[in-house]
């Protein structure tokens, strides 16, 4: 009997090498309402027959937690379910996705980004998902409407980086240890609304989400 995922040797978690061991992964709770299962998916992966499973399954669960426990389920909280676009990505995959054009940036930039499991050149942990809002496209239909959501993030939430896309207004949200603050969009108004130094990350910018609900934790 090949051991499931939780086995572990020397406290450490091993990937995955039977369907078994990935159905437990998968079941890994990371918050009170998402599992490890919820980021796993991936077109990349499933398309062209690339396993997207962590190489090491104990980071990518630490990070993860941090990941859903302080930004998705606040967010999830206040607008009501969120859509997962993509999540988590497997070395191998992200690397074939950057080698083939298909929309993903080099290793290097994407450890401790969509790469759970790789911390960055500073040995920093980080993590990051790409989600829409279906809040937000049913109440708002402006082009520059995502600067909202942005601005609502930026005053009430510890994000790291923030980069919005123009189909659902879906956006990449991360968790960082050393976070930087930064928004930027490739919708119109395209380029960095925010980040330290700019004078408009500081201050309360309640004028661009009136109307929106309250803060839910």
Request: glycine residues 6%; hydrophobic residues 40%; proline residues 6%.
């Amino acid at each position: 009997m090949i051991p499931a995922v939780d086995a572990q040797e020397n406290n450490v978690m091993r990937k995955p090498n039977s369907m078994k061991g990935l159905e437990d992964l998968g079941r890994v709770r990371l918050s009170q309402n998402f599992f490890l299962r919820d980021f796993l998916h991936s077109e990349i992966a499933d398309f062209y027959g690339i396993p997207n499973i962590p190489e090491d399954p104990d980071l990518a669960i630490e990070a993860g937690k941090r990941l859903c426990e302080e930004l998705l389920e606040p967010l999830e909280a206040t607008f009501g379910r969120l859509h997962v676009r993509s999540g988590y990505r497997s070395s191998a995959v992200n690397r074939f996705g950057n080698e083939n054009n298909l929309n993903c940036s080099t290793n290097a930039s994407t450890a401790a980004h969509h790469i759970w499991d790789v911390r960055d050149f500073d040995g920093c942990m980080g993590a990051a998902v790409c989600v829409a809002v279906p809040w937000m496209v049913d109440h708002y239909h402006d082009e520059s409407d995502w600067q909202r959501l942005a601005w609502w993030i930026h005053d009430h939430l510890p994000y790291a980086s923030l980069c919005f896309f123009p189909k659902l207004w879906a956006f990449n949200i991360q968790w960082h240890e050393r976070p930087k603050r930064v928004i930027q969009s490739y919708v119109r108004p395209r380029g960095i609304l925010t980040k330290p130094g700019m004078a408009n990350w500081e201050g309360d910018h309640a004028a661009f989400y009136e109307g929106f609900p309250m803060l839910r934790r």
